[in-house]
T-cell receptor, first 109, second 119 residues
Framework: EIVLTQSPGTLSLSPGERATLSCRAS???????LAWYQQKPGQAPRLLIH???SRATGIPDRFSGSGSGTDFTLTISRLEPEDFAVYYC??????????FGQGTKLEIK | EVLLVESGGVVVQPGGSLRLSCAAS????????MHWVRQAPGKGLEWVSL????????NYADSVKGRFTVSRDNSKNSLYLQMNSLRTEDTALYYC????WGDGYFDLWGRGTLVTVSS
């Protein structure tokens, strides 16, 4: 089973700043089979990125994903007020089981 | 509108049983592998189970294997999760989730149904 470790646990930033979230895998994720999700309080997760770097339909271009192998990054270029949420990475390479990271909470500073 | 609506979550005693349902609409249900993903209160996401488009293939997380059974009725556009021998650690919001064209990532989520296992 691939274990995903996200860092930091909490990230405190201001609107307009750049956010960089990390997801590290316990073994290589082949074919960049890694996705990112955003979850706001009281809502279901929403797909942001798949294939490590492909934005899902309707996702603003301030969201970008990068990385390969064991190290992946979600970048939000300029934070909007609605971007403050919890973000999860998920691998679908060695699956099942499909595994998620423990999440990074992005909060307003 | 593309929609997944879960139901059936209640408070149940440890050792009890429960059946969750998920009604799908707005897309061709029997084209897709479907999943259940859960989230304990204040915690992260945990994949629970999957079922292939025709029900011919299923898979489970180790934490629920032998206790939970996933099924579907394509004639009713519905997904189910039979939960037996429930434990307090099964307390969670259970999401019905659509897998994008067999690619392995999840692009449609329901709003979830809350299962509470407590005496």
């Amino acid at each position: 089973e691939i274990v995903l470790t996200q860092s930091p646990g909490t990230l405190s930033l201001s609107p307009g700043e750049r956010a960089t979230l990390s997801c590290r895998a316990s073994q290589s994720v082949s074919n960049n089979y890694l996705a990112w999700y955003q979850q706001k309080p009281g809502q279901a997760p929403r797909l942001l990125i798949h294939g490590a770097s492909s934005r899902a339909t309707g996702i603003p271009d301030r969201f970008s994903g990068s990385g390969s192998g064991t190290d992946f990054t979600l970048t939000i270029s300029r934070l909007e007020p609605e971007d403050f949420a919890v973000y999860y990475c998920q691998q679908y390479d060695s699956s099942p089981p499909y595994t998620f990271g423990q999440g990074t909470k992005l909060e307003i500073k | 509108e593309v929609l997944l609506v879960e139901s059936g979550g209640v408070v149940v005693q440890p050792g009890g049983s429960l059946r969750l349902s998920c009604a799908a609409s707005g897309f061709t249900f029997d084209d897709y592998t479907m999943h259940w993903v859960r989230q304990a209160p204040g915690k992260g996401l945990e994949w629970v189970s999957l079922i292939s488009w025709d029900g011919g293939s299923t898979n489970y997380a180790d934490s629920v294997k032998g206790r939970f059974t996933v099924s579907r009725d394509n004639s009713k556009n519905s997904l189910y999760l039979q939960m037996n021998s429930l434990r307090t650690e099964d307390t969670a919001l259970y999401y019905c989730v659509n897998e994008h064209w067999g690619d392995g990532y999840f692009d449609l989520w329901g709003r979830g149904t809350l299962v509470t296992v407590s005496s």
